[in-house]
T-cell receptor, first 114, second 116 residues
Framework: GNSVTQMEGPVTLSEEAFLTINCTYTATGYPSLFWYVQYPGEGLQLLLK?????DKGSNKGFEATYRKETTSFHLEKGSVQVSDSAVYFC?????????????FGAGTRLAVHP | SAVISQKPSRDICQRGTSLTIQCQVDSQVTMMFWYRQQPGQSLTLIAT?????????ESGFVIDKFPISRPNLTFSTLTVSNMSPEDSSIYLC?????????????FGQGTRLTVV
């Protein structure tokens, strides 16, 4: 079936450190891939997306590349800030039988310390 | 992108009672969804709210427990019926409108429900 697997958290980093959060997926059809972020006490916000293989999504210094050969969509940021502390969800949609539905990974909590 | 308002933002309810959550979008959208986020876990799709017809439920969710209404293209409600402590979760409304600027799903702030 369709699923998303994320690295377990929490991830704890110092400010200005490099961030990678791994995400792999299993899907039928040709899914789109997303990263959503949930700041404390808030709803989900779309961080970035990619709709086809080799697309790179980017926003606010975060990047992720849609790798079909490895079925991955890892999130990276070169220098994290305290304000990046949040829970990050990898998600997919556009799979066969559920075109507009989102399937989420378990979420990865990021804590950035000064 | 469009803005979703959910009410209430949080509630504490007695077991055996029901709570209705409202979701209002500030523009017409084709598709609306309801998700559940159990404590410390990811989001799980409950159902797709269909305008003018019965909602489409995902495996493990039934209409008797989670009745949904969608009277028009901007509004939906989710009722959590006969609540038990296991229903304590965050419930999120989501919407998208393929073919417009709102092509990605956007979310409300969520309703944090605690059942005691």
């Amino acid at each position: 079936g369709n699923s998303v697997t994320q690295m377990e958290g929490p991830v704890t980093l110092s400010e200005e450190a490099f961030l990678t959060i791994n995400c792999t997926y299993t899907a039928t059809g040709y899914p789109s891939l997303f990263w959503y972020v949930q700041y404390p006490g808030e709803g989900l916000q779309l961080l970035l997306k990619a709709t086809k293989a080799d697309d790179k999504g980017s926003n606010k210094g975060f990047e992720a590349t849609y790798r079909k050969e490895t079925t991955s969509f890892h999130l990276e940021k070169g220098s994290v800030q305290v304000s990046d502390s949040a829970v990050y969800f990898c998600a997919l949609s556009g799979f066969s039988g559920g075109y507009n539905k989102l399937i989420f990974g378990a979420g990865t909590r990021l804590a950035v310390h000064p | 992108s469009a803005v979703i308002s959910q009410k209430p933002s949080r509630d504490i309810c007695q077991r055996g009672t029901s709570l209705t959550i409202q979701c209002q979008v500030d523009s017409q959208v084709t598709m609306m969804f309801w998700y559940r986020q159990q404590p410390g876990q990811s989001l799980t799709l409950i159902a797709t709210a269909n305008q003018g017809s019965e909602a489409t439920y995902e495996s493990g969710f039934v209409i008797d427990k989670f009745p949904i209404s969608r009277p028009n293209l901007t509004f939906s409600t989710l009722t959590v019926s006969n609540m038990s402590p296991e229903d304590s979760s965050i419930y999120l409304c989501s919407a998208l409108d393929p073919g417009t600027v709102n092509t990605e799903a956007f979310f409300g702030q969520g309703t944090r429900l605690t059942v005691v």
